[in-house]
T-cell receptor, first 115, second 113 residues
Framework: EAQVTQNPRYLITVTGKKLTVTCSQN?????MSWYRQDPGLGLRQIYY???????DKGDVPEGYKVSRKEKRNFPLILESPSPNQTSLYFC??????????????FGPGTRLTVL | AQSVTQPDIHITVSEGASLELRCNYS??????LFWYVQSPGQGLQLLLK??????LVQGIKGFEAEFKRSQSSFNLRKPSVHWSDAAEYFC???????????FGTGTSLTVIP
């Protein structure tokens, strides 16, 4: 089954404790992206990747890191989480990059709470 | 600056009634427009998209949307709402380079029997 998976689905952590949220897609998609969803703000793009080793900032990249060492995986790293990063996070992928935007396939989301 | 506005935070409709969800965008080039639906506890699923051509586009689950360039709008419609349509709906615009996407704040739909 074609899908985007995220782990963990739920995470409660404390300020300053480094964490990684994994994202994996099995569709051989070039493009991957991370979003955060907050009430009243909708989805905001954190980082995106056009292909392996090609990443760039979205609208709200501060406090986040990403890497794309393999085509299928696009982990989101919070080196020193803070309470304002408490949010619902979505990973998404689409088949092509660098041309007109295509349909994105979303993962189920990761709900992160930073105490 | 690119932006998407969904003026209705929450809409309640009766089952069987028609539905229109509003979306206005601001984008300096040809807009690539999307509507996504998010059911409770789920990720987002594409309903429909507009790239070019016919300004009335059909999507899944009986939804359609009309692109009006003069009004910078891309409103979503359904002639008869079902209880299973209760969800949150997001309008989005994609940059022509295919890298950045801008989402609206969403419209939450409640369907009453």
């Amino acid at each position: 089954e074609a899908q985007v998976t995220q782990n963990p689905r739920y995470l409660i952590t404390v300020t300053g404790k480094k964490l990684t949220v994994t994202c994996s897609q099995n569709m051989n998609h070039e493009y991957m992206s991370w979003y955060r969803q907050d009430p009243g703000l909708g989805l905001r793009q954190i980082y995106y990747s056009m292909n392996v080793e090609v990443t760039d900032k979205g609208d709200v990249p501060e406090g986040y890191k990403v890497s794309r060492k393999e085509k299928r995986n696009f982990p989101l790293i919070l080196e020193s989480p803070s309470p304002n990063q408490t949010s619902l996070y979505f990973c998404a992928s689409s088949s092509e990059a660098g041309g007109p935007p295509d349909t994105q396939y979303f993962g189920p989301g990761t709900r992160l709470t930073v105490l | 600056a690119q932006s998407v506005t969904q003026p209705d935070i929450h809409i309640t409709v009766s089952e069987g009634a028609s539905l229109e969800l509003r979306c206005n965008y601001s984008y300096g080039a040809t807009p690539y427009l999307f509507w996504y639906v998010q059911s409770p506890g789920q990720g987002l699923q594409l309903l429909l998209k507009y790239f070019s051509g016919d300004t009335l586009v059909q999507g899944i689950k009986g939804f359609e949307a009309e692109f009006k360039r003069s009004q910078s709008s891309f409103n979503l419609r359904k002639p008869s709402v079902h209880w299973s349509d209760a969800a949150e709906y997001f309008c989005a615009v994609g940059a022509w380079t295919g890298n950045q996407f801008y989402f609206g704040t969403g419209t939450s739909l409640t369907v009453i029997p």
